[in-house]
T-cell receptor
Framework: AQKITQTQPGMFVQEKEAVTLDCTYD???????LFWYKQPSSGEMIFLIY??????QNATEGRYSLNFQKARKSANLVISASQLGDSAMYFC????????????FGPGTRLSVLP | DAGVTQSPTHLIKTRGQQVTLRCSPK?????VSWYQQALGQGPQFIFQ???????QRGNFPDRFSGHQFPNYSSELNVNALLLGDSALYLC????????????FGPGTRLTVT
């Protein structure tokens, strides 16, 4: 079974608008972390935001926020006020304590910001 | 402050050959993890090195091996290359094996012909 599911292979958003990238995960672990990374065409993975399974507040980092719904096992990334430079692949990832803390990545969503 | 660096940037090898990829972690980081990213897919965890030992390993065959040096830099070795080993190989460093924030390098693009 897929540990991380990202159902949107590609998304388009108009510049300055907000966009939500979906991520659902599968785990039986009580302690885990959820991450979002951005990968521009250059290939380098850029860390965006982190949410711990025990964190009660949704994580925020500048224009990025993580909509964490633990019961639904979803960790959607919200990007506010999209910029042209936000065009990239976005990966959701999880790290489970009971699985050696290895990172498991989803298949990614390609976001294109339109001028 | 130097980030994570990897060398070489690109590499072309023939089936059956062996390859060594190199990674220098971000300054102050002591843990290095390696990932394989096939075209159009998310990265897959290969293994993690901390204190010069392999601490965690993903579902990769023994053809994939690594090493960490006292200065925390690391090498990834792949023996008996297969066409399916063609991928972007990413190195990530962190401050300790459990720290949630990893910094990635630009990757090495390996093509096996």
């Amino acid at each position: 079974a897929q540990k991380i599911t990202q159902t949107q292979p590609g998304m388009f958003v108009q510049e300055k608008e907000a966009v939500t990238l979906d991520c659902t995960y599968d785990t039986s672990d009580q302690s885990y972390g959820l991450f979002w990374y951005k990968q521009p065409s250059s290939g380098e993975m850029i860390f965006l935001i982190y949410q711990g399974s025990y964190d009660e507040q949704n994580a925020t980092e500048g224009r990025y926020s993580l909509n964490f719904q633990k019961a639904r096992k979803s960790a959607n990334l919200v990007i506010s006020a999209s910029q042209l430079g936000d065009s990239a692949m976005y990966f959701c990832a999880m790290r489970e304590r009971n699985y050696g803390q290895n990172f498991v990545f989803g298949p990614g969503t390609r976001l294109s910001v339109l001028p | 402050d130097a980030g994570v660096t990897q060398s070489p940037t690109h590499l072309i090898k023939t089936r059956g050959q062996q390859v060594t990829l190199r990674c220098s972690p971000k300054s102050g980081h002591d843990t290095v993890s390696w990932y394989q990213q096939a075209l159009g897919q998310g990265p897959q965890f290969i293994f993690q090195y901390y204190e010069e030992e392999e601490r965690q390993r993903g579902n990769f065959p023994d053809r994939f091996s690594g090493h960490q040096f006292p200065n925390y830099s690391s090498e990834l070795n792949v023996n008996a290359l297969l066409l399916g080993d063609s991928a972007l190989y990413l190195c990530a460093s962190s401050l300790g094996p459990l720290h949630h924030e990893q910094y990635f390098g630009p990757g090495t693009r390996l093509t096996v012909t």
